[in-house]
């Protein structure tokens, strides 16, 4: 099948030209209020899943006067499904290391860390090694900026920013209240920029380019190119970088093996589309254009007609019930009782109208939860159990 | 000056200042948003979300205890999704919890329960989770029982254990399903630097941790007609019953409680505050001799400063962190363990009693004093000294089971011989009692005249700060004491262990050069001990300690030198302090622990 | 290999004594004795001066922060929906049926111990596995048993496979 209009490739983040020695001296001579705007005017938002305006979030940082900052590079890619950043991270580390120092000079920072995920420990020496070479040009640009790696040891909760900088102050990683938000506190009380892997390896693109090169990628609320994981029923699973804005149909039409059933957008914590809706849904930030516009760190899993969508729900709730931290009442009970409840209602033990009572609780756990874990376990459950109710119940 | 900020919550306008939360907002405004997790002396946690509320313009509900207020905020805290939120969540607590109110201590008076009754939780659909966990009780500790199966997670006895006394012998452990309170290794609470001081039973919403309970011993004790029960009370039950049985916070019941004690059937009912006194005049004596040691004979055995041994969680917890520091401690018994010791002796040959038929019993405001009297050394009368002890909380339930009508009962007076006490005595229920009861007798004991405070009400060492220090220069003692002359007596006081761990770090660096160090491992003192009335606070101790002042106040003798009941036990058992007798019966040895 | 007292000394020293050092430190000792003991655990409280219950705490926090006694290689089976549908199922069992071992146990010689973990982050490539640190993809029955095979034979040279 040919790639249809609206699924456009794009080449920017695997693109190694190794000029980053080149790209850094000259960001690093330009003011950190022409940095922000820069990035402000590209709309760029955050790949990891969150969204948040990466321009604004520098902003914010920068604005925090004289006192230590940091620069953290989330690398805790635990999504189910999500693979980008492992792959960034071997292929153009300097990219990464590059916008980590940007950012340090824009904000106001000499120490940048990268939390680097306990299953990810065979990148470390390739990594070492980068960070070494990176670390002796700054030296020789008078650069003041350090990074140093920071391993992780199984937990997907250290993915939260707040949970992630408890992790590193060496404690277990429960997420924080917020506010304050790590642009006023983050890493040991101190203002904190905390991006994904993906979105420094775009401000690199940004700053090499200019801002008018990345926005014009996109839709109107979703602009630039984005790294796709693809997995599970596709003849052509990986890692593909597409301009947001896509519509799924296209995506389907490309990605699927002709059988596809459903697509879970943005891994458990994500969206399942049925293919009814593949045509209504695109994936960005804001749903203005078609039906419902589904923010994602860029997971895609495929199902095709062999597959159980409550055996699909049960995996993530599985996956929920252990990775969840544990603090909050709603997370923490919540995700049993939904997972002993699919369960129950597949037995019999339960009515089928338990269901309802379960949705009701998920639309709880979205209020109510203390962060973006158990705030988005109503995602997946709502969709798959509001398009496979039989399923749940037969 | 902090900026002041205009809300609006349910419509009514506050003016509150920046940063407060929206906890302390409502209350101002005279709405109250109930809560689980939150508790006034510790930090905030922010993860039970039964307080969450809508604020206007956010999509989520925010937690009231830890959300601070901005300018022109629109919170709602009765909506319709903060009403079915709260309800799902405490319906969740529910279901994670063993609720069989029946047959638990905290029926009555458990924050969950409450919760449940206010919301009329009456349809519970969600899956009981309990026993698809195998939890188990542990009972293995003399004064605390932990039961997992009714913890609800808030973490408060985390952070009390942490933040209130520095011991951190709880922990939270794991993650997801599995997370839960626990101690290193999940070893029994005995078997880890447990102070046993019982300040995570006083936090604790639930019935997951109370205190061992021995109220079917003594009832079995006081209905056995061939036991002579005695029974002894410490100085800050008096001002803790009350709460318990119908009185406001603060209010002295000492005279119901020795009535409502006779009613119960005690053969016998005591002061503890009589050995209070005779504590006094050991310690004091041991303090002369200690500086005396120091000062004149310059021997390195003698150690300075000497520290109070009357709080069996200081004890436990210098032998765990501090061992080296032991011979620091007085070796005076506790007051507790003195009158035990004398229940079987002194009392015994006065009232010719056989000592294996008495059974002697105190009511203590501290799970502590459960761990004391089970320790292997006491048990100098040739018997276990104190054979039961139990809480205030205890004393209460006895009562109440015993129909008295508490608030109607007329005032009774405590038995002779070992019921007879000074304001001194009394005044050991608070922080800083101990010090002041000494300085006055052992002034006394050296000029041969009062301390130089107005109305015997040594000021400087009264309060609630963490650690307060005062100064007490000697001048013209009695010629027994003349090397005494000059010298400034430093003493310090401190309660909460987090600032007994000050005291004792000070000591060693050698920062501090005090004499006489008084410590009380609970916040506030005995008052604001682990078996003292639920719930509890800053401003609950501190009516509690006004009213222990009061007594003092009112009492007719101020000073434990005074007392005719002293004077006679020495006159006709003891000899004289630190005689070889009273070194038999009345002083201890402690024993070093690990400190893992 | 240092006796465990001397490791977290050194550890210490290179990492430093502060409470934000203690993962480094944590994951050091597992690196080496593949799970934290009681005793290591008192010993990095001595260190660093924390309470032994916050070391518990902490370390029972991280799925890869054992303490119970592993085998040399520990062998994490990937369970996530990806690799659950393209057939985790089969590996285990020819795992088990080779190792003689069920989930959550060790081999009694104390060669492999055999777990289940979350997402690797190769789902493209599933199913997936880790064997401590190396990971390996696009696993069949049979490439299962050749790799656990490899390691036997490194194991019997008296080899260090990997780490």
């Known amino acids: ?196 892997v993906e979105t420094l390896a775009h401000t690199y693109t940004i700053f090499k380019y200019g801002a008018k090169r990345f926005y014009d990628l996109g839709v109107q609320y979703s602009r630039g190119s984005k790294l796709f994981s693809v997995s599970g029923d596709s003849p052509k699973p990986g890692i593909y970088e597409l301009e947001l804005g896509m519509s799924l149909t296209d995506f389907i039409e490309e990605f699927g093996d002709g059988d596809t059933k459903a697509v879970q957008v943005g891994g458990a914590s994500g969206f399942l589309v049925p293919r009814k809706r593949f045509a209504e849904t695109a994936i960005g930030f804001q749903g203005k254009l078609v039906g419902i516009s589904l923010p994602t760190g860029g997971s895609m899993m495929l199902f095709n007609s062999s597959r159980s969508m409550f055996n699909v729900l049960d995996n993530y709730l599985e996956f929920f019930r252990e990775e969840s931290c544990g603090q909050c009442t709603p997370c923490r009970v919540g995700c049993q009782q939904l997972l002993k409840g699919i369960k129950a209602v597949k037995r019999g033990e339960k009515n089928a109208r338990y269901l309802d009572k379960l949705l009701r609780l998920t639309e709880t756990m979205k209020l109510t939860a203390k962060c973006g874990l158990g705030q988005s376990v109503a995602n997946s459950f709502s969709s798959i159990v509001e398009n496979f109710r039989e399923e749940m119940i037969y | 000056m902090t900026k002041k900020i205009k809300i609006s919550i349910n419509g009514i306008f506050v003016e509150v200042e920046e940063g407060t939360t929206i906890l302390d907002a409502a209350r101002k405004a005279g709405v109250i948003i109930p809560t689980l997790c939150y508790h006034k002396d510790l930090c905030i946690a922010g993860n039970c979300r039964v307080c969450v509320v809508e604020v206007a313009g956010q999509k989520r509900l925010a937690a009231a205890c830890a959300t601070p207020c901005e300018e022109e905020m629109e919170i709602y805290t009765n909506s319709l999704n903060v009403l079915h939120s709260r309800k799902q969540i405490i319906e969740l607590l529910l ?274 004093k459960k761990f004391e009297a089970a320790r292997p050394e006491m048990h100098d009368s040739g018997y276990r000294d104190v054979d039961y002890v139990l809480t205030t909380r205890e004393l209460a339930i006895m009562i109440k089971q015993a129909g008295i009508d508490f608030m109607k009962l007329e005032d009774a007076h405590f038995d002779r011989l070992m019921g007879e006490s000074t304001g001194a005595a009394v005044i050991f229920g608070a922080t800083g009692g101990v010090m002041e009861a000494a300085l006055r007798t052992v002034y006394e004991l050296v000029t041969g005249r009062e301390v130089p405070f107005k109305n015997l009400d040594i000021t400087p060492v009264r309060g609630m700060e963490g650690v307060r220090e005062a100064t007490i220069k000697i001048e013209n003692p009695l010629e027994e004491w003349a090397f005494l002359d000059g010298i400034e007596l430093k003493c310090a006081v401190a309660h909460g262990l987090v600032n007994a761990k000050k005291v004792m770090d000070s000591i060693r660096t050698g920062q501090s050069d005090y004499h006489f160090v008084e410590i009380m491992a609970c916040p506030g003192g005995c008052l604001g001990g682990g078996g003292q009335p639920i719930p509890t606070s800053l401003e609950i101790r501190r009516k509690r300690a006004e009213a222990i002042y009061a007594e003092d106040a009112g009492m007719p003798l101020r000073k434990s030198h005074q007392n005719p009941e002293i004077i006679k036990i020495y006159t006709d058992f003891l000899g004289q302090p630190m005689s070889e007798k009273s070194h038999h019966l009345l002083h201890t040895h402690y024993t070093a622990r690990e400190r893992f | 290999m240092y006796p465990v007292s001397e490791l977290i000394r050194n550890l210490a020293d290179e990492h430093g004594r502060n409470r934000h050092n203690l993962l480094p430190i944590l994951q050091g000792v597992v690196e080496q004795e593949k799970y934290l003991s009681e005793y290591s655990m008192i010993e990095i409280a001595r260190e660093l001066d924390l309470p032994a219950s916050e070391v518990y705490g902490t370390a029972t926090f991280y799925s890869f922060l054992e303490n119970k006694k592993m085998g040399k290689y520990i062998i994490r089976v990937c369970k996530t929906i990806t690799c659950s549908m393209k057939g985790k199922n089969q590996i285990l069992l020819a795992i088990e049926d080779m190792l003689k071992i069920d989930l959550g146990e060790t081999t009694p010689d104390g060669t492999f111990s055999l777990l289940q973990t979350n997402c690797l982050g190769f789902c493209h490539k599933a199913p997936a596995m880790l064997v401590n640190n190396e990971v390996y993809t696009d696993l069949t029955p049979e490439k299962v048993r050749d790799i656990l095979s490899s390691y036997l034979r490194k194991q019997k040279e008296g080899g260090s496979h990997g780490n």
């Open chain 2, 95 to 368: 279901s994670e919890h063993n609720a069989d109110c029946t047959s638990c201590f905290k029926n009555g008076n458990c924050e969950l329960q409450k919760l449940a009754s206010d919301y009329k939780i009456l349809k519970q659909d969600f899956i009981r989770l309990v026993p698809f966990k195998n939890y188990s009780i542990d009972k293995y500790s003399p004064s605390i029982i932990k039961d997992d199966s009714k913890c609800i997670r808030c973490q408060r006895c985390v952070r009390t254990c942490a933040e209130l006394q520095g011991i951190n012998a709880l922990t939270v452990a794991y993650k997801g399903d599995q997370m839960k309170i626990t101690t290193f290794f999940e070893k029994p609470i005995n078997d880890v630097v447990c102070s046993t001081c019982g300040q995570c039973i006083n936090h604790c919403p639930t019935g997951a941790l109370v205190e061992k309970n021995y109220i079917e011993k003594v009832w079995d004790a006081i209905t056995d007609k061939s036991k002579h029960v005695i029974v002894q009370t410490a100085p800050a039950v008096r001002i803790g019953l009350g709460e318990e049985l119908g009185f406001p916070v603060g209010e002295r019941v000492t005279g119901k409680m020795v009535a409502a004690l006779k009613r119960l059937g005690f053969d016998a009912v005591m002061d503890t505050d009589f050995t209070a006194d005779l504590t006094i005049m050991e310690e004091g004596t041991e303090l002369l001799q200690r500086l005396k040691g120091v000062l004149v004979d310059h021997n390195p055995e003698v150690k300075l400063p000497m520290a109070t041994s009357c709080s069996p969680g200081w004890i436990k917890y210098i032998e765990h962190i501090f061992p080296d520091f032991l011979n620091h401690l007085s070796t005076c018994k506790s007051p507790q363990q003195m009158f035990g010791a004398l229940a079987k002796t002194y009392y015994a040959k006065a009232r010719n009693l056989a000592p294996e038929n008495i059974v002697s019993v105190s009511i203590m405001p501290c799970t502590a």
């Open chain 1, 1 to 196: 099948m040919a790639i249809s209009y609206q699924l456009k490739r794009a080449d920017f983040i695997f693109k190694n030209e190794n000029d980053w020695e080149d790209v850094l001296s000259k960001s690093i001579k330009r003011t950190p209020s022409e940095l922000i705007n820069e990035l402000i005017s590209s709309e760029l938002k955050g790949r990891g899943g969150a969204g948040f305006p990466t321009g604004l979030k520098w902003k914010l940082t920068a604005e925090v006067p004289n006192v230590t900052k940091y620069v953290i590079c989330n690398a805790d890619e635990g999504e189910p499904g999500t693979f980008k950043d492992r792959e960034i991270l071997s292929m153009v580390p300097f990219k990464v290391l590059t916008a980590m120092a940007i950012c340090g000079h824009v904000i106001g920072a000499k120490e940048g860390y990268i939390y680097l995920r306990g299953e990810y420990f065979f990148l470390q020496p390739e990594l070492k090694k980068a960070i070494k070479e990176f670390e002796y040009y700054c030296k020789e640009i008078k650069l003041d900026f350090t990074i140093r790696i920071f391993m992780g040891s199984g937990a997907y909760i250290c993915g939260e920013e707040t949970a992630l900088f408890e992790s590193m102050e060496g404690k277990r990683g429960e997420p924080r209240n917020k506010p304050p938000f790590p642009s006023d506190s983050g890493y040991m009380g101190k203002p904190t920029v905390i991006n994904n």
